[in-house]
């Protein structure tokens, strides 16, 4: 398909989703119970660089699980799979996000959903003064969307005063071992909720997609030489996207690769990351969520695109 072809597919895959009624913004951090349920924006940007939007694309929305992907990826790169695997497992949970529970090891299903996103917390830079490990994530997102991520402080205040429930898998999980020795649990919470509350739009997170889609490489700027360089090592890139294909959707993570087979990632913001290998990153957002948690009007966006363009992975080529 034409590159020509494939923005009009968007363009109108934009449309169709928009008159979308369904699904209720999340209320149980009660600053994002404020989100307007009209919010749409759909961007795309190829592995060329070549960039599009639709909608409200230059509204800033807070990334929420979508930061979970960067954050395994930091923890990666700093200590190796091997040793980030000892605190958090591989598999899709089957429960909702933030559900009360472990996996037979008594250590986090997964890092994409919330107690797997407090692990890799914990992995990052735990020696370090809180502000410089925040800066260690901030400074990611730049360097993988080409753009300084902006901060919601009331999110953040809104979250860290919501947040039994997360406190109580921390704990829990401390009770079961999980963490690495001497993990300062508080740090750790307070790097998570920074983390769910930086912000960006649609168009730079889909940017950052589309880094994750071109080998690591940020499609839309150059290195002082001139020279693209690879924001991450290609294991680590790897080993993201594995999640993001079986884990990356809460408990629809089954069905989404089954229908749309392609790394994503959702966010309570409604904010949707999708990635297509080798060739574009996409962000939707749209803040009305179904029972899972997803946008409806992201995942029906990825569904449709799904059934007029063959991208699925699996697709027979
Ligand atoms: N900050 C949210 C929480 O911890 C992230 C969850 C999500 O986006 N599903 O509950």
Known sequence: MSPESCLNV???????????????????????????????????????????????????????????????????????????????????????????????????HNPLINAGGIMCCSLIAPEKPL???????????????????????????????????????????????????????????????????????????????????NRGVCPVKTSDAGVQEAQLAPRTLRDCLTVMATCGMYNFSGEFAFRIGLPAKSGVSGALMLVVPGVMGLALWSPPLDNFGNSVRGVEFCRQLVERIPLHVFEPR
């Not at 800066?135 to 997102?141: C, I, K, M, P």
Request: glycine share 6%; charged share 20%; aromatic share 10%.
């Open 10 to 108: 968007l363009e109108e895959l934009y449309e169709r989703q928009r008159p979308l009624a369904e699904g209720k913004v999340a209320t149980y951090i009660p600053q994002l119970a404020k989100a307007n349920p009209n919010h749409w924006a759909v961007a795309v940007c190829f592995a060329d660089g070549r960039q599009a939007a639709w909608g409200d694309t230059d509204e800033s929305f807070c990334l929420q699980s979508v930061c979970k992907p960067v954050n395994y990826c930091l923890a990666l790169e700093a200590h190796g799979e091997a040793r980030v695997h000892e605190h958090v497992g591989f598999e899709p949970s089957g429960q909702v996000f933030n559900a009360l529970t472990l996996n037979p090891r008594g250590l986090p």
């Open 131 to 213: 502000h410089e490990r925040f800066e260690l994530v901030s400074d990611f997102w730049q360097r993988l969307s080409g753009a300084t991520p902006g901060f919601d402080n009331a999110v953040y205040q809104s979250e860290r005063q919501s947040a039994d429930r997360n406190r109580a898998l921390t704990y829990f999980m401390r009770e079961q071992g999980a963490f690495p020795p001497h993990t300062d649990l508080e740090a750790t919470l307070e790097l998570y909720f920074q983390s769910c509350s930086l912000t960006l739009n649609a168009r730079e997170l889909a940017v950052a997609a589309a880094t994750l889609a």
